[in-house]
């Protein structure tokens, strides 16, 4: 089986800059997998659904423990984007994700703390992030794909926080 590299996004939807990553995600023909901060998902029902229906997973920033559970690997890299690190510097920060396989962590929203001022870089790292997989032979896309060891995981996020999902009109 080839390594497979999953993209994650979090603490999103943003207005400005989430159908900016979604629109490099396309243009890259890749999925991810965005776990969206339940405090923004309020008014973004438009967002979560074109997500949704571009094939991205759609989950809540609080499942994300659980998303994680039975993964065959501990390989989670933060790509950076967040200190406002380039693109050719996140590419060596994930070199060993790139090559191997793993998880690949972004932001798809400025938040207190950051040094940059927007995420332009994150953007420009989506293509070149997942080119360098791809010509290792590495499969790149959502975090369902990842291998998992026999613990009962689903997709599928823990009921009493689907319903925000659901209001927001994506299916779960």
Known sequence: MSPVLSLTFEGGPDDVWTPRVLEALDRAGARATFFMAEDRLAGADAIAREMAAAGHEVRLRSDRPRAFRGLLFSRELDSNDRRGDGPASMLVT?????????????????????????????????????????????QVGPLSLQPRRATGWSSRPATRRAGLLRRAGVAV
């Open 94 to 138: 994930t070199r060993r994700a790139i090559v191997q396989g793993g998880v690949v962590v972004m932001h798809d929203t400025l938040a207190a703390g950051d040094a940059r001022h927007n995420c332009v870089n994150t953007i420009d790292f989506i293509p070149a992030l997942i080119a360098a997989a791809r010509s290792r032979g590495v």
